[in-house]
C-alpha cells in the first residue's frame, strides 16, 4: 500500500510543492518505539528541479515550507535527501535512516 494517512499527506504535499520526478516516502516509525500505526518519523527522498541552485539547507526549507502543517502536529521527525535530477542521475542511492537517539517515553533515564 501507499502507507496510512500521513504518509499519503506527506507524499500529495510534496508532489503538489516540488513536481518531482523521483520521491521516496519512508515510515521509520516503527524504529523508534511509537505504537503500531503511529507515524511520527519518516524520511523522504526528494528528487526535483526546483532543488537546481539551491544549497541543501534552502532545499530542506522547501520541503519543511510544503510539510508545514504536518511538521506542527503528528510528524515528529523527518530525514530529508533533496536531488537535483542530475545528482539523482549520477547517484541513485538512497542513504538509510540515522539510528534512533532515544527519546521513547518507556525510558528510564538516571539523573
Same mark, same amino acid.
Given at each position: %500500500?501507499?502507507?496510512?494517512? #500521513?504518509?499519503?499527506? $506527506?507524499?500529495?504535499? #510534496?508532489?503538489?510543492?516540488?513536481?518531482?520526478?523521483?520521491? =521516496?516516502?519512508?515510515?521509520?516509525?516503527?524504529? +523508534?518505539?511509537?505504537?503500531?500505526?503511529? =507515524?511520527? +518519523?519518516? /524520511?523522504?527522498?526528494?528528487?526535483? %528541479?526546483?532543488?537546481?541552485?539551491?544549497? !541543501? #539547507?534552502? *532545499?530542506?526549507?522547501?520541503?519543511? =515550507?510544503?510539510?508545514?502543517?504536518?511538521?506542527? @502536529?503528528?510528524?515528529?521527525? #523527518?530525514? $530529508?535527501?533533496?536531488?537535483? !535530477?542530475?545528482?539523482?542521475?549520477?547517484?541513485? *542511492?538512497?542513504?538509510?535512516?540515522? !539510528?534512533?537517539? @532515544? @527519546?521513547?517515553?518507556?525510558? *528510564?533515564? %538516571? /539523573?
Amino acid at each position: %500500500g501507499s502507507g496510512g494517512p #500521513l504518509a499519503r499527506a $506527506i507524499r500529495s504535499k #510534496l508532489t503538489a510543492a516540488l513536481q518531482p520526478t523521483h520521491l =521516496e516516502v519512508r515510515d521509520d516509525s516503527s524504529q +523508534h518505539g511509537g505504537p503500531p500505526g503511529a =507515524e511520527t +518519523h519518516f /524520511g523522504v527522498l526528494v528528487v526535483s %528541479g526546483r532543488f537546481a541552485g539551491l544549497a !541543501p #539547507l534552502q *532545499r530542506h526549507r522547501l520541503v519543511h =515550507e510544503a510539510l508545514r502543517e504536518e511538521l506542527a @502536529g503528528p510528524l515528529h521527525a #523527518l530525514q $530529508i535527501v533533496a536531488r537535483t !535530477p542530475e545528482q539523482w542521475q549520477s547517484d541513485p *542511492r538512497n542513504p538509510p535512516a540515522p !539510528p534512533c537517539l @532515544g @527519546g521513547s517515553k518507556r525510558e *528510564r533515564r %538516571g /539523573g
